[in-house]
């Protein structure tokens, strides 16, 4: 059967509220041409983020129902705490309000001045508190993540030669911890191979250094590994997670992606001094141990969606239907960052629009052009995001379409193929854009454009 159906149905539905183009020129103009500045009930398709948008299953919601609210020793604690232990054999397992807390806490403990933190590739949050602790943020992909097409199945991998160079060149003594984010967020969603993962447990033997996950899409990790990496397709990807898990010696998790729950993190780890110190700055800020900043029901939440983010029928349709959408973009001639990656579709803005100089925004010219034409929210990763005065802009300039867990079906993928079929026909009437307001920092949430005509 060459069709893969949603391995759900469904039981309780949220209008979507329609819009005109005319209505949406009008709201696009009134938001000065930033889509962060746009009222959700005024989008058709949400695909600004994956990131607390799932939606939850029937039992899920009756966790919620059941949940214990006991400020200590919460039934709902305790059915979370042995699912996590479950799924990633971790001892010390902390809940907080989601991954960033769980950041906060670990480079409070391990970062500080004068340190270097190694990772495929930071995520922004992490990065910000890596260097808010004073330690240096240090990207290390492999050359292949740079390319917009490459065949490379772990394009998410750790540059293995990078890393030793770094601790040989740094020392292990400034090195408090090396990260890999699996799968590689920033780099497009991208998989880590087990066998990349077990070269970084070397190195970190090898220099005495422990090596954290950042973990939030463990499980689309592991589909990818059953499905690309050598021996691996006969393993359950359950038993694929367990071994990443086995490989590390903790991890950063936010729930908010493959836990499939709107809000929560974890916070992992093998080492018991560590733990009793991670607590107590989590008593502090985010809540007693067996809660850590969430309510009871969260609890019961995340222990279901950890468990159901690990169901095969699941991974297949969600691997599935993101590549869906890509393929039908490449079937139209739309350049995308090649193989498809688990929760997005990034869109290539340099060649979507080459008459546009990368100083007028093209990324943020092809999201405007999706909102008018079909109401669809995408996200500019390029110049807005990460250019700003005196800086230069990224390698890539991209546009994210993320899909939330299993919220749109296969008739919302195709409608959003269509726009963006639709937009690319036009292409040559987008416009560059002007910012006429910014904040010092992390402007593409609050700036203002105009278009230049
Ligand atoms: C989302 C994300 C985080 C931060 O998690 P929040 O829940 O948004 O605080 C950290 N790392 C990666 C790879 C992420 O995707």
Redesign the pocket.
């Known amino acids: 059967m060459p069709t893969i159906i949603e391995p759900f149905k469904i039981k309780v539905v949220e209008p979507i509220h329609m819009t005109t183009s005319e209505q949406r020129e009008e709201i696009l103009r009134a938001a000065s041409f930033n889509l962060f500045l746009v009222r959700a009930r005024d989008v058709v398709i949400d695909l600004l983020?994956d990131?607390?948008t799932g939606a939850m299953s029937a039992e899920q919601w009756a966790g919620i129902m059941r949940a214990d609210e006991s400020y200590a020793g919460a039934d709902s604690y305790y059915r979370f705490e042995s699912t996590m232990c479950e799924i990633t054999g971790m001892p010390h397992i902390l809940p907080t309000?989601?991954?960033?807390?769980?950041?906060r806490i670990l480079f409070e403990l391990i970062g500080g001045e004068g340190k270097v933190v190694p990772n495929n590739a930071?995520?922004?949050?992490?990065r910000a508190n890596t260097e808010h602790s004073g330690a240096k943020a240090l990207d290390l992909p492999i050359p292949e993540a740079g390319e917009m097409s490459s065949e490379h199945p772990f394009k998410g991998n750790m540059n293995i030669a990078a890393l030793r160079k770094t601790f040989e060149e740094v020392g292990a003594e400034r090195i408090p911890v090396v990260l890999v984010?699996?799968?590689?967020?920033?780099g497009g969603g991208q998989p880590v191979s087990l066998e990349n993962l077990r070269e970084v447990r070397a190195i970190c033997d090898e220099f005495g250094v422990p090596f954290f996950l950042?973990?939030?899409?463990f499980a689309e990790n592991a589909w990818f590994i059953k499905q690309r990496e050598a021996g691996q397709q006969d393993r359950s990807a359950k038993d694929i997670a367990r071994e990443m898990f086995d490989l590390a010696d903790g991890a950063?998790?936010?729930?908010?992606?493959d836990g499939i729950v709107n809000?929560?993190?974890v916070l992992l780890m093998r080492d018991k001094s560590m733990f009793q110190h991670a607590s107590n700055l989590l008593i502090l800020t985010e809540g007693f141990v067996t809660y850590g900043g969430l309510a009871g029901r969260d609890l019961e939440a995340m222990a279901q969606g950890f468990e159901e983010v690990l169901r095969e029928d699941y991974l297949n349709y969600r691997i599935r239907s993101t590549a869906y959408l890509g393929n039908k973009l490449l079937d139209a001639g739309v350049r995308i960052l090649e193989p498809p990656g688990g929760?997005a579709i990034y869109i290539d803005a340099s060649s979507f629009c080459p008459h546009i100089p990368r100083e007028q925004f093209p990324g943020q010219a092809v999201v405007c052009g999706l909102y008018r034409v079909g109401g669809i929210r995408a996200c500019e990763i390029g110049s807005v995001m990460f250019a700003s005065a005196g800086s230069p802009p990224p390698a890539l300039e991209l546009v994210r379409l993320a899909i939330p867990r299993r919220v749109y079906t296969q008739s919302h993928i195709d409608y959003v193929a269509e726009s963006i079929v639709e937009l690319h026909e036009k292409r040559d009437s987008l416009l560059g854009m002007r910012i006429i307001e910014e904040p010092p920092a992390l402007r593409h949430f609050t700036a203002k454009f105009e278009e230049i005509s």
């Open positions: 983020t990131s607390g309000h989601q991954g960033r807390a769980s950041e930071h995520f922004d949050t992490t984010t699996i799968t590689n967020n920033s950042d973990a939030c899409r950063l998790i936010s729930a908010k992606k809000i929560g993190g929760h």
